[in-house]
T-cell receptor, first 111, second 113 residues
Framework: KQEVTQIPAALSVPEGENLVLNCSFT??????LQWFRQDPGKGLTSLLL?????REQTSGRLNASLDKSSGRSTLYIAASQPGDSATYLC??????????FGAGTILRVKS | NAGVTQTPKFRVLKTGQSMTLLCAQD?????MYWYRQDPGMGLRLIHY???????AKGEVPDGYNVSRLKKQNFLLGLESAAPSQTSVYFC????????????FGSGTRLTVV
């Protein structure tokens, strides 16, 4: 059974810091990995989608990498801002076409 | 382009009552999903559909039924609500199998008293 783990569970950083969120998964038989952002009481917003054949994807200050063989992905946020405060979720799409989520990392960026 | 729309956004039910949650997508996606999100449990798949007229069970299907009569709509029904079904429910859609990502709705917060 696929298991997705996110470390750390919570992170508090001062504004302007670069930070890395980690995601690991146990079964490398995946189509892709997707990073989402969730604000309190809101839905999930897709940030980046990395296909299994890709190594990384970039969008603005966000960069996500994928090492499928080792079952790891990282989300790098450059020059963090208070508006980046949210819960970040990673999810892998299995060959059975189901999305399996990690528990998330709660990020707080202090001004 | 609205994406995935869920109605209602909030609802309070009494134990034993029934209700239907509606999910509508305007992206012509084939696959649709219902998830529930609970503190400490993450997002868990309830039911999903791979096309109009099809449904399948996910990880936590008990107490729920679904229907996909039209490609753009996916309904989640609770026949006899229980306090354990208090949760936030999310609908999602995907273009198809393989490399496509998911688009989520904004959620329905359901409380069963």
């Amino acid at each position: 059974k696929q298991e997705v783990t996110q470390i750390p569970a919570a992170l508090s950083v001062p504004e302007g810091e670069n930070l890395v969120l980690n995601c690991s998964f146990t079964d490398s038989a995946i189509y892709n990995l997707q990073w989402f952002r969730q604000d309190p009481g809101k839905g999930l917003t897709s940030l980046l989608l990395i296909q299994s054949s890709q190594r990384e994807q970039t969008s603005g200050r966000l960069n996500a990498s994928l090492d499928k063989s080792s079952g790891r992905s990282t989300l790098y946020i450059a020059a963090s801002q208070p508006g980046d405060s949210a819960t970040y979720l990673c999810a892998v799409k299995e060959y059975g076409n189901k999305l399996v989520f990690g528990a998330g990392t709660i990020l707080r960026v202090k001004s | 382009n609205a994406g995935v729309t869920q109605t209602p956004k909030f609802r309070v039910l009494k134990t034993g009552q029934s209700m239907t949650l509606l999910c509508a997508q305007d992206m012509n996606h084939e696959y649709m999903y219902w998830y529930r999100q609970d503190p400490g449990m993450g997002l868990r798949l309830i039911h999903y559909s791979v096309g109009e007229g099809t449904t399948a069970k996910g990880e936590v299907p008990d107490g729920y039924n679904v229907s996909r009569l039209k490609k753009q709509n996916f309904l989640l029904g609770l026949e006899s609500a229980a306090p354990s079904q208090t949760s936030v429910y999310f609908c999602a859609s995907s273009r198809g199998q393989g490399q496509y990502g998911y688009t989520f709705g904004s959620g329905t917060r359901l409380t069963v008293v």
